[in-house]
């Protein structure tokens, strides 16, 4: 978990990652633009990183309860939850679950649904094995199977430091939270959200269709739009592009929700 305090009485902005990374991993490179002008939270989702562990099967909902449970240990009434990829819907769900903490929302390459009918049942059914499979297996062969997965020999520097994000990830969790994402669909209240809400749009996005990113933008009333000219990794690996994008998403949610309050 990260606080970067920032300037003193701030907004308070909640940083959620996307599937398979951990906070450090999605936002290393917007932590210090960020900090500049808002107090920066940022937390690893269950499952993911150093976050939480349960014997419960993972839970999009129950992520977003993490969150508002962070936010009181940490004194905090209202923040603004930007979610990147998976976090997007973990966002989504703070809003309509605890909607008086939630200032306004910043989406990133995210959507209101990830995957079609027919997609959601074929997904369901692989993944839903897959996790079920992984359930039954020993936790030490479980850490064993995730360490050769992310092993490099050659691997050193920066590789060798998200390696050893990874290597911390539980295995059951992560393929049980991508059946919960690909399941997931807020189509049927997302056009009730009434908080400022800004979407960042990453235009070359192979893994979420920039489509259905759009859509998310336009069911929400007042939404505005940031595009970046990037893959789904642009937080990262076109971060000379997204972060820009983010602060003005940032900005413009930030300052709505101002004359808002």
């Not at 995210?110 to 993944?127: K, P, W």
């Not at 192979?206 to 929400?220: E, N, Y």
């Not at 972060?243 to 709505?256: N, Q």
Request: proline share 5%.
């Amino acid at each position: 978990m990260r606080d970067l305090l920032g300037p003193p009485g701030a907004p308070v902005v909640l940083l959620l990652h996307g599937l398979g990374a951990t906070a450090d991993l999605n936002w290393f490179p917007s932590y210090r633009p960020l900090s500049a002008r808002y107090r920066v939270i940022a937390m690893d989702h269950r499952g993911h990183g150093g976050g939480k562990r349960s014997h419960r099967v993972f839970r999009l909902e129950d992520c977003a309860d993490d969150v508002v449970e962070l936010a009181d240990a940490l004194g905090v009434q209202s923040f603004i939850p930007v979610g990147y990829s998976m976090g997007g819907p973990i966002a989504q769900l703070v809003w309509k679950r605890h909607r008086s903490r939630v200032d306004g929302l910043v989406l990133c390459a995210t959507a209101a649904r990830f995957a079609s009918g027919s997609e959601q049942r074929i997904g369901s059914m692989g993944l839903g094995s897959l996790a079920m499979a992984s359930r039954l297996t020993p936790p030490a062969m479980r850490r064993r199977l995730v360490n050769e997965m992310v092993s490099r020999r050659d691997a050193s520097g920066p590789e060798l430091w998200a390696r050893d994000q990874v290597r911390r990830h539980d295995l059951t969790a992560v393929l049980e939270a991508s059946r919960a994402v690909g399941r997931f669909s807020s189509a049927e209240w997302i056009s009730s959200v009434d908080v400022p809400t800004a979407v960042v749009v990453t235009s070359r996005d192979t893994l979420v269709s920039p489509r259905r990113q759009r859509a998310l933008a336009s069911a929400i009333q007042g939404a505005t739009v940031h595009p970046v000219d990037a893959d789904h990794d642009a937080a990262v690996f076109a971060a000379d592009r997204f972060v820009p994008a983010l602060l003005d998403a940032c900005a413009s949610v930030a300052s709505r929700a101002l004359v808002r309050g």
